[in-house]
Nanobody, 125 residues
Framework: QVRLVEYGGGLVQAGGSLRLSCAAS????????MGWFRQAPGKIREFVAA???????YHADSVKGRFTLSRDNAENTVYLQMNSLKPEDTAVYFC???????????????????WGQGTQVTVSS
């Protein structure tokens, strides 16, 4: 069965760093585009970053220059390196996947067909 599992969340002080990972199984990872979304309490789930099957990346303006997205197809894993964290980055972070042929709108929630359970990131001031 399809599984996406996020790791690496935690509590950090403002200005600190965290590295999130998403381990995938049950589908051909190298044929899928991957995305990261986040959702703060009482807020809508919003786009963070995405990476194509071939390595092209897209980032939300709020994280560009601070977050770096990468993937390792041999390990079926996508990573989100988060630096210079701010309190407003506090949220549950979700990993998502979609077959590459259906990735025309990478920043839209409805684009993605598979989702992980999420990992909590809390940034204190």
């Amino acid at each position: 069965q399809v599984r996406l599992v996020e790791y690496g969340g935690g509590l950090v002080q403002a200005g600190g760093s965290l590295r999130l990972s998403c381990a995938a199984s049950g589908f051909t990872f190298s044929s899928y585009a991957m995305g990261w979304f986040r959702q703060a309490p009482g807020k809508i789930r919003e786009f963070v970053a995405a990476i194509s099957w071939s390595g092209s990346t897209y980032h939300a303006d709020s994280v560009k220059g601070r977050f770096t997205l990468s993937r390792d197809n041999a390990e079926n894993t996508v990573y989100l390196q988060m630096n210079s964290l701010k309190p407003e980055d506090t949220a549950v972070y979700f990993c998502a996947a979609v077959y590459r042929a259906f990735w025309q709108q990478p920043d839209k929630r409805d684009t993605y067909e598979y989702w992980g359970q999420g990992t909590q990131v809390t940034v204190s001031s």
